[in-house]
């Protein structure tokens, strides 16, 4: 009677198990790739420069209404939004543990001049669906989920990138917050009061974001890959298990300036010609290395007066270096700095420089990467492990969080250029896979959906 009992007790244990693991495999996420890509272009209409640019700077009249239009599909979805006085927006699905910390999904949808409608929008946009599928799938979440929109990823406005995310994660000082002035001399503190955040002080803005930090238990970021390997190998989606280290700085140099005809040429001192040889000179700091992982742009490069018939007497350029290995990063930008003292002293030309950042790379958390590789298997997604050479909040969560990114391919890898592409195919499969990670992260409320 035992063994039959004790048998039987098996085979129901059995079934059990069987009926958990095809519950898993079943659940049933309905994604629209069309539905998510036309929600992308609805967002990228809210812009300085007509379509298909999309120029969106934070706190601008176009971020708010970007905003708004991000609260309102937040709201679509059955998330309650809260924000913090740094304008970063939350939208929580509630879970059933009350003492579970969250796991948060997030991007940014600031852009650059004369950007695409997909860089950061597509981890915002994108876990508003996925929270909206696996609802509709009947899963209920034991941790809660936060779909997260940060303030500023990009550095457009203040001269400094990951603004949000930096002080979520405690990486950011009143005192550094009250030099970032735009150019019309506004500071953070004004601009995002005006916009219907801020506070009193830095300070105050600071401490009230930060208090979001400790009821983090995960993150993972959705985002196109903004590189070309994904699409030229055929794989569906890219994990993500570090990203690369940035720096950026500023230099300045000044001359006499003078009369482009009289002014011979023994005697000037020509404040863009320093600057053209300090521009030169990163590319060929870069290269030196023979590292395919350094990378180094000279994005900005403004001379004065400007005009043609006269000799340069200011210049300004700001350069970013970027590498995975940050000690060879932390090297080429020495290097920099060397040639701007040389040239400075051989051009008798007076400069400045300012160190705007100097990152550290982030690696991401084993448990993000091995939920993401579940996600894509159950898909039964081609996917490959990949390391961010752009950066992205996640470089900020993950200083205090598990964190993790899911890529999805790109045209020709075109990103911060108007032509910037991804199919609703690959958005759809990004989707799905970042509302699977993201259950298996948070864990189920129910029994049969245990095994996530
Ligand atoms: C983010 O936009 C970056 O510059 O990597
Ligand atoms: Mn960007
Ligand atoms: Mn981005």
């Known amino acids: 009677m035992m063994g039959l009992a004790g048998g039987s007790h098996l085979h129901i244990l059995l079934a059990l198990l ?11 996420l309905d994604v629209s790739g069309e539905a998510i890509a036309s929600q992308l272009l609805h967002l990228a209409t ?3 420069d007509p379509n298909p640019a999309v120029t969106r700077i934070v706190f601008t009249e176009n971020d708010l209404l970007a ?8 709201t679509a979805a059955g998330l309650t939004v809260r924000e913090d006085p740094m304008g970063n927006i939350f939208g929580r699905w509630e879970g059933t543990d009350p003492n579970a910390g969250a796991v948060v999904s997030g991007s940014h949808a600031d852009a650059i001049p004369l950007a695409g409608a ?5 981890g915002v946009i994108g876990p508003i669906a996925a929270v909206a599928a696996l609802r509709r799938a009947g899963y209920r979440p034991r941790a809660p989920i936060d779909v997260l929109m940060f303030t500023s990823e990009e550095p457009t406005r203040f001269g400094l990138g990951c603004i949000g995310s930096r002080g979520m994660a405690g990486e950011l000082t009143a005192a550094l917050l009250d030099e970032k002035l735009d150019v019309n001399g506004t500071s953070f503190k004004e601009a995002s009061t005006a916009a219907g955040y801020g506070g009193s002080s830095h300070q105050e803005i600071l401490d009230g974001t930060l208090i979001a930090k400790g009821g983090v238990a995960a993150f993972v970021e959705l985002h196109i890959e903004q590189g070309p390997l994904l699409e030229a190998e055929g794989t569906q989606l890219g994990i993500v298990t570090a990203i690369a280290a940035p720096a950026a700085l500023r230099v300045f140099f000044s001359g006499d300036g003078g009369h482009a005809g009289a002014l011979l040429m023994p005697n000037r001192n020509d404040a863009g010609l320093a600057a053209a040889e300090v521009a030169l000179a990163v590319e060929a700091s870069v290269l030196e290395t023979g590292a395919i992982d350094a990378v180094g742009t000279t994005g900005l490069f403004e001379i004065g007066p400007n005009t043609v018939n006269s000799v340069p007497r200011e210049a300004k350029l700001e350069i970013d270096i970027r590498d995975i290995d940050a000690t060879r990063r932390d090297a080429i ?3 920099v700095l060397q040639t701007v003292e040389e040239v400075a002293a051989r051009r008798k030309v007076r400069h400045r420089v300012e160190m705007i950042n100097q990152d550290a790379p ?12 579940e996600a894509a298997q159950e898909l039964g997604a ?11 909040d996640s470089l900020f969560m993950a200083r205090f969080a598990p964190t993790g990114m899911i890529f999805i391919p790109c045209r020709n890898g075109w990103s911060h250029r108007p032509d910037e592409f991804a199919t609703p195919e690959d958005i759809e499969r990004g989707v799905k896979a970042l509302a699977l990670t993201l259950a298996k992260l ?4 129910d029994a049969a959906h245990s095994e996530l």
């Open 18 to 28: 069987v009926t958990s693991i095809c519950t898993v495999r079943s659940i049933k």
């Open 46 to 48: 809210f812009t300085d």
């Open 67 to 74: 905003r708004g239009y991000v609260k309102e599909l937040m």
């Open 118 to 122: 997909y860089d950061g929008t597509l």
């Open 333 to 335: 930008v020495a290097s």
């Open 362 to 373: 982030a690696t991401c958390s084993n448990q993000v990467i091995q939920a993401a590789t």
């Open 382 to 392: 081609s996917h490959k492990q990949m390391v961010s050479r752009a950066y992205h």
């Open 442 to 445: 948070a864990g189920s409320a």
